[in-house]
C-alpha cells in the first residue's frame, strides 16, 4: 500500500536553530498538508498546499514556517527560528482528490532545546 | 509517563465486547467526517469516514454513526481486539476545503 515518508524520524535541534522537515507524498496525490501534535494533545492544521502554491494556513503557520515542493517527489516544512514551544510530532499528508485517499506520515519528533 | 496537555478519556473494555467511542464535532457546517487511529509513536491512520447526507456507514468490523441535529458522531467497533488499543480521533472538514480539524481523542484499551 502507498504511504507518505517522512524523514527524520526524530531530530534534535537548539532553538534558534533553523531546521527542514522532508516528507515523500504519495506519487500521485496532489494535494499535501502539514499538521502537529504537541505531546498528549490533539493534531492541530498548519497548512495545505496545492498547485505550487499554500491554500489554506492556520494562525500557528507564521512567518516563522515555510513549505517547499522542491521538486516532483520532496514537500518540506521549513521552521527558521525553533522556539521550545514548536517541541512536536509533525505530520505530513497528502491526498489525491480535495479529500480523496486522505493518508498520513508517521511523523517527525521535533525536540527544541 | 505522560506530560502536561490534554488528559484522554479512556475507554476499557474486554477483548470480545463491542466498543464505542463519540465525539462532539463543533461546525454545523462540516459535511465530511473521518475517524482516525493512532498507535503510540505513529501517524494517525484511516478506519472509516462519512458525508454529511448519510446518517450510518458500516466497514469491516466498524461503524460510523452521524447525528448532524446534535452535532454528534460516534464510532462502533465489534468484537473488540487487543490491537484495537489505540487514541481514536474524529476528524470534520466542511465547505469542500481539505483542512481537518481534529478532536481532543478517545484513548481505547483493551483487556484480553
Known amino acids: 500500500e502507498p504511504e507518505v515518508t517522512q524523514t527524520p524520524s526524530h531530530q534534535v535541534t537548539q532553538m534558534g536553530q533553523e531546521v527542514i522537515l522532508r516528507c515523500v507524498p504519495i506519487?500521485?496525490?496532489?494535494?499535501f498538508y502539514w499538521y502537529r501534535q504537541i505531546l498528549g494533545q490533539k493534531v492541530e492544521f498548519l497548512v495545505s498546499?496545492?498547485?505550487?502554491?499554500?491554500?489554506?494556513k492556520s494562525e500557528i503557520f507564521d512567518d516563522q514556517f515555510s513549505v517547499e515542493r522542491p521538486d516532483g517527489s520532496n514537500f518540506t516544512l521549513k521552521i527558521r527560528s525553533t522556539k521550545l514551544e514548536d517541541s512536536a510530532m509533525y505530520f505530513c499528508?497528502?491526498?489525491?482528490?480535495?479529500?480523496?485517499?486522505?493518508?498520513f506520515g508517521s511523523g517527525t519528533r521535533l525536540t527544541v532545546v | 509517563g505522560e506530560s502536561v496537555g490534554l488528559h484522554l478519556p479512556t475507554l476499557s473494555v474486554q477483548e470480545g465486547d463491542n466498543s464505542i467511542i463519540n465525539c462532539a464535532y463543533s461546525?454545523?457546517?462540516?459535511?465530511?467526517f473521518i475517524w482516525y487511529k493512532q498507535e503510540s509513536g505513529k501517524g494517525p491512520q484511516f478506519i472509516i469516514d462519512?458525508?454529511?447526507?448519510?446518517d450510518k456507514r458500516q466497514g469491516q468490523r466498524v461503524t460510523v454513526l452521524l447525528n448532524k441535529t446534535v452535532k454528534h458522531l460516534s464510532l462502533q467497533i465489534a468484537a473488540t481486539q487487543p490491537g484495537d488499543s489505540a487514541v481514536y480521533f474524529c476528524?470534520?472538514?466542511?465547505?469542500?476545503?481539505?483542512?481537518?480539524?481534529f478532536g481532543a481523542g478517545t484513548r481505547l484499551a483493551v483487556h484480553p
Open positions: 476528524a470534520e472538514t466542511s465547505g469542500g476545503y481539505n483542512k481537518l480539524i
Open positions: 498546499f496545492y498547485n505550487n502554491e499554500i491554500s489554506e
Open positions: 461546525n454545523s457546517a462540516s459535511d465530511y
Open positions: 506519487s500521485n496525490h496532489l494535494y
Open positions: 499528508a497528502s491526498s489525491q482528490t480535495v479529500l480523496g485517499g486522505y493518508t
Open positions: 462519512i458525508r454529511s447526507n448519510m
